[in-house]
């Protein structure tokens, strides 16, 4: 059936109404409906009795009153024109049609829902509130210089024949110390469309440190407020089906434990990951990235340019590419295998011998390469060449700065096994290696200022003992991800990880006093209170490798909520 055949009732009730407006004389002129009736029955529309007989209805009516304009008034009667109730229904129709679809191109809500763009934005969100107790054993040594506060100010002088000579900063080794501490995370998430999504979130954080967004209470005397930072900053994509790319800054996106990264870690730069299955039980996955670690300032060296010159230093970049592959299997309905193998290298990380710098110089050319953030463990050596004061090489200053003794190229095996006691209880054992291919150890040992072995002498220490290598088991049984009222959780765990294993400005801060060159204990657990919302606690005891002794043992306990 034709579109005009499913009018033909419409165009009746028009065509009726025009043989009645013909008997008007003001409109008689406008409308011929008798010429409009024989071109409906030509068009075959209406049939020849069905045209006689709306002549034959129009002639028997009278004539209708003068037209006056819509809502008009005649002799105190409003008048209103008569649209027939086929015409009412189809108009009704296709106005619900046109609204229909400008609603769906402009996001208009019906009642009660949200417009359609807030629907593809994801809030979440945790706060935690923790107290932390650090007990340090009595028979520690005292001779640990802070080299991260050396690091991050204006170096140190080591010559201790200079007039004015100010020791280094120590680090603290004797006395224990208590805090309350909280951390307090918001992002927000945007699917921009079915294979882009945008992501942003800020944390709190006593510093920039990328390794914790712990803020300490009362660290800002008086109850001064606490700064914000951006913790994550990118762009997802799924170009394919089971690959994904990530560009600016996210979350670890490799399978990892926090031997060699902290779970609080963030990743700048770029990364693929992408995941086949091979049936219903085996899934293979990887991830390939590159990283910006550290990126020279643009002004670097200018300051020790000559009067009426502008040169700097060359750069000193820091990068990591790092690629990981893995396998997901299950067995068995109760039983889970994850295993993977890891490559991490760290380039530009290694300290450079900078060429000779005077000793009033503010800046030597290597001074760069020193680690911009660090915590407790890596093998350090002093990367200035100073040349003395020639007046005076006996009291001449020599300020240093200390660098990473060895480079870092980190292989990390891992592997998982999952056994479920019920629906939700699960039994898990990881384990993690890492080595360091990296390590030089001839040249680490000749220029080595820490990690040292014990003192020969009253006033020489022995050689260096530090190490690449470490490790890490942990045994977990409950419910691993607490979701509700009663869920439960049980964890034990050794490791052990020697001085140059990994980078200790990337690995766990809160085991001994956070780094590398450190082994011992971890046993905790968490106990649901209601949804998503848990208490914990964490008593880690651990103690150092490599130097002179230095033990700490550190209590957590955690209230945390999350959305």
Known sequence: MNRLSRLKPALLACTAGLSLMAANPVIA???????????????????????????????????????????????????????????????????????????????????????EWTQRITLSGDVRVRAEGLFMDKANSDIFEDFGAINAGGGQNINDKTP???????????????????????????????????????????????????????????????????????????PVENVDLSLGRFANPFWTSDLLFDDDLNFDGVAVSARHGFGENLNLFGTVGAFPIFNTSLNYGTRNAAVGQGRSFKSQDKYMGAVQFGVDYRPMDRVQVKAAAGYFYFDGVEGEVSSPCYWYEQ??????????????????????????????????????????????????????????????TTVRFEGDYVNNLGLDRALVAARAVNNLGPMVNATTFGPWDGGDTGWSARLSVGQLDIVQRGDWNLTVGYRYLESDAVLDALAESDFHIGGTNNRGWTVGGNYGLGRNTSAGFR????????????????????????F
Not at 553 to 561: E, F, V
């Open 164 to 238: 004015g000579y100010i020791a280094p900063p120590y680090l603290n080794t004797l006395e224990d110390r208590q805090r309350a501490r909280v951390r307090a995370r918001l992002g927000i998430n945007v699917r921009i469309d079915d294979w882009i999504s945008a992501e942003v979130r800020i944390a709190t954080g006593n510093d920039s440190s990328p390794v914790s967004t712990n803020q300490t209470l009362g660290g800002n005397g008086e109850f001064g407020k606490y700064a914000l930072w951006l913790d994550r900053a990118a762009i997802h994509m799924t």
């Open 363 to 424: 800046t030597c050319d290597t001074d760069a390469t020193r680690p911009a953030f660090q915590q407790f463990g890596n093998t350090l050596f002093p990367i200035r060449s100073v040349i003395a004061d020639p007046n005076n090489p006996v009291g001449s200053p020599e300020v240093q700065y200390f660098g990473l003794a060895s480079a870092y190229e980190v292989l990390n095996l891992r592997a998982q096994i999952d056994y479920a006691l019920d629906q939700r």
């Open 539 to 562: 008593w880690i005891s651990a103690e150092e490798i490599a130097d002179a002794p230095f033990s700490v043992d550190r209590l957590l306990i955690d209230l945390a909520t999350r």
């Open 29 to 115: 002129g406008e409308v011929d409906s008798t010429r409009l009736l024989e071109l409906m029955v030509a068009k075959g529309l209406v049939t020849r009795e069905e045209a006689d007989g709306l002549i034959a209805e129009a002639s028997t009516r009278p004539a209708p009153l003068p037209p006056v304009p819509a809502g008009g008034v005649v002799n105190g009667v409003q008048t209103i024109p008569y649209v027939p109730l086929v015409v009412r229904e189809q108009l009704k129709a296709e106005l619900r049609a046109e609204l229909g679809t400008q609603a769906q191109a402009q996001g208009w809500s019906a009642p009660g829902q949200t417009p």
